[in-house]
Nanobody, 127 residues
């Protein structure tokens, strides 16, 4: 079975840095896709960034240049490094995966591109 477990959320001040982790289990293969999403109260879940099994990444315009996705394959862990945080970055952050293939270009930052989700970790940015 597929399992994704996020951690690393917390409360920080604007301008600071935070790294989220997502430990993945239950799948392996030559092609897969993983992504980070976030959702603020009263808003739709939005894609933050994408990484596929070839190491290709793609980011939402709102976080480009500030957020970086990386992966430690030995630990099977996906990371989201968030720099220069802003209050509007606040929300519940989720990792997601499509286990068997790369996600189509148009769906890389779309909820419908993914079949599995973690439970989320809360990020709150003040000031």
């Amino acid at each position: 079975h597929v399992q994704l477990v996020e951690s690393g959320g917390g409360s920080v001040q604007a301008g600071w840095r935070l790294r989220l982790s997502c430990v993945a289990s239950g799948y392996t293969g030559s092609r897969y896709s993983e992504a980070w999403f976030r959702q603020a109260p009263g808003k739709e879940r939005e894609g933050v960034g994408y990484r596929d099994s070839d190491g290709m990444t793609h980011y939402a315009d709102s976080v480009k240049g500030r957020f970086t996705i990386s992966r430690d394959n030995a630990k099977n862990t996906l990371y989201l490094l968030m720099d220069s945080l802003k209050p509007e970055d606040s929300g519940m952050y989720y990792c997601a995966t499509k286990t068997s293939d790369w996600v189509a270009w148009s769906l890389r930052l779309r909820v419908e591109g993914y079949g599995y989700w973690g439970q989320g970790t809360q990020v709150t940015v003040s000031s």
